[in-house]
């Protein structure tokens, strides 16, 4: 089955405590990106990768890190949490091939995360 | 720089009565126009999207859209809603050669039976 798997799904941290937000596609897509979701603003975009070890930053790119080194993988990770970090946040990935991408999104479950 | 704008955060109907949520986008060029519904607790799901000829467009459990180039909108339509069609749906917009979707806040539906 075609999917994006985030894990975890729901995190409880403490201010300046480093965690790493999983994030793995096995439709074989080139492109993936990170969303954050907060009430009243929609999805602003954190940072999004083109190909392995190509990423690049997005609207919202402060406090957060992003990795590519292999195709289906895109960790987010969180170097120092802070409480405006407390959001829902979802993985993302598109195909980028010719003939195939119109810029449809699949996009993974969610992970809640909640900074105290 | 693409934006979209849904001018409601709420949006409530009786069931069996038609559903229409509105979407106003702003591109430089020919936009790729996108609707997403999402449940409680749940992913984002796609289900329709615009990209080239007849205006208007079907997609995923009975909806359509509506692309308006002179009034620049892309409304999501559906002729009878059903109580299940409670969700958030978000309108997304992206320009030709970029891989960006940039998503408006969201509109809440409600059906009431």
């Known amino acids: 089955e075609a999917q994006v798997t985030q894990n975890p799904r729901y995190l409880i941290t403490v201010t300046g405590k480093k965690l790493t937000v999983t994030c793995s596609q096995n439709?074989?897509?080139?492109?993936m990106s990170w969303y954050r979701q907060d009430p009243g603003l929609g999805l602003r975009q954190i940072y999004y990768s083109m190909n392995v070890e190509v990423t690049d930053k997005g609207d919202v790119p402060e406090g957060y890190k992003v990795s590519r080194k292999e195709k289906r993988n895109f960790p987010l990770i969180l170097e120092s949490p802070s409480p405006n970090q407390t959001s829902l946040y979802f993985c993302a990935s598109s195909s980028r091939r010719t003939g195939v991408n119109t810029g449809e999104l699949f996009f993974g479950e969610g992970s809640r995360l909640t900074v105290l | 720089a693409q934006s979209v704008a849904q001018p409601e955060d709420q949006v409530n109907v009786a069931e069996g009565n038609p559903l229409t949520v509105k979407c106003t986008y702003s591109v430089s060029g020919n936009p790729y126009l996108f609707w997403y519904v999402q449940y409680p607790n749940r992913g984002l799901q796609f289900l329709l999207k615009y990209i080239t000829g007849d205006n208007l467009v079907k997609g995923s459990y009975g909806f359509e859209a509506e692309f308006n180039k002179s009034q620049t909108s892309f409304h999501l339509k559906k002729p009878s809603a059903l109580v299940s069609d409670s969700a958030l749906y978000f309108c997304a917009v992206r320009e030709p050669g970029d891989y960006k979707l940039s998503f408006g806040a969201g509109t809440t539906v409600t059906v009431r039976a």
């Open positions: 439709m074989n897509h080139e492109y």
